[in-house]
């Protein structure tokens, strides 16, 4: 029943484009193709009467694509979010927001001058106030529409480019399923033809900045909802797990009524698989590559493909005949969790996605990448480090979310660090620098010390004379012998 009821509202979101702000709804904004919304602060297009933003044209990246998607001109995602707008605002300093009325993540405050760090917790380490409170929050965003986002039931040609608008309400949870059914859905050529080699967040360099923002949206969309300001989604360690732990009816539900110990045989959680091990992670964060070759499914020795589950972890060699890691636990779940497009809809999706994160976020503590690391270039279409990520208005690139989780104001329980930690993440760096140029360094002191020799025998040796020349000086009497006597003998006379 869940399965058709979710089948339904896909197909409903089928024609639908784009994450629009309910502000930029209107015939006026999509012909003007300007989503400038003012900010209630001071009235103004993005708030910029305050400083925190203007109204600007939007720049698109030029940078290549990959092979994989070779049309132009089919579909709405292309280049977003050029097909509806061409002017945002763009904010400054450390606001955020459609209307720049938001402080950027990692910030609050009424001016968002004030840095705060949260931290997701594993879901077992949750009190059971957090715990019902949170699943409590799950139903009240279910039954809540959203009060700042609308989703458009056409394309922007079957609104007449904008002249004739067609947009419906959408519950806040819901908002977030049809987000990532919208990024993933084929492109539709017309007919009954479509293309289904393109996703704007799997599948290559995007996937892991895409979910970051989708969970850290998701959390702002909570905690403006409930006022709960240091909401966090909980994350499930499904690591080395015999049975599916959280499919209990303390948790996600599950539990056959007959026997507490086994699961309903209608459950979706009846299809098992391995779930991956401790050294499945271990092996992937070893993994030195952030990306490889095509930067697809297809990927060798890439952390990001081993870590969605496209390639082995146990070698890094991409093999499509398995799904492990990311992938596996989709499966391993059946259900709606085993889409793609509709995966969104299951609640454990969050707790999935934000332990994948927290691997995410190890793997960049450990490497260090440069955000050059990321590929600028030739990624599948929409996952170029400077592409704008679909479908989110106010925009935000790949590249934008490639830096450690403390600099986006949030942290994972495990990986809060000790002083060894501190010394591995911070100080071991450098000393590793070092290390790499202590040969000149040593170089450098052996040269230095073999001048500061030779100099220094060189001035003893300056030295020595002249003060070899200054004794003789001292023992020289006044007067020679001969000119005694001439002074004796003009004496006399």
Known sequence: MLLAALYCLLWSFRTSTG????????SKSLME????PPWRGDGSPCGQLSGRGACQDIVLSNAPLGPQFPFTGVDDRESWPSVFYNRTCQCFGNFMGFNCGNCRFGFWGPNCTEKRLLVRKNIFDLSVPEKNKFLAYLTL????????????????????????????????????????????????LGGSQVWR???FAHEAPGFLPWHRLFLLLWEQEIQKLTGDENFTIPYWDWRDAKSCDICTDEYMGGRNPANPNLLSPASFFSSWQKLPSSADVEFCLSLTQYESDSMDKAANFSFRNTLEGFASPLTGIADASQSSMHNALHIYMNGTMSQVQGSANDPIFLLHHAF???????WLRRHHPLQEVYPEANAPIGHNRESYMVPFIPLYRNG?????????????????ESDWDMFQDYIKPYLEQASRIWPWLIGAAVVGSVLTAVLGGLMSLLCHRHER?????????????????????????
């Open 19 to 26: 994450h629009f702000p309910r502000a930029c709804a209107s």
């Open 33 to 36: 193709k300007e989503c400038c």
């Open 141 to 188: 965003a279910k039954h809540t529409t959203s009060p700042d986002y609308v989703i458009p039931t056409g394309t922007y040609g079957q609104m007449n480019n904008g002249s004739n608008p067609k947009f419906n309400d959408i519950n806040i949870y819901d908002l977030f399923v049809w987000m990532h059914y919208y990024v993933s859905r084929d492109t539709l």
């Open 197 to 199: 080699d393109i996703d």
């Open 356 to 362: 994948v994160d927290s691997i995410f976020e190890q």
């Open 400 to 416: 934008d979310f490639f830096i450690s989780s403390r600099d986006l104001g949030y942290d994972y329980s495990n990986l809060q």
């Open 469 to 493: 020349k200054r004794l003789l000086e001292e023992k020289q009497p006044l007067l020679m012998e001969k000119d005694y006597h001439s002074l004796l003998y003009q004496t006399h006379l």
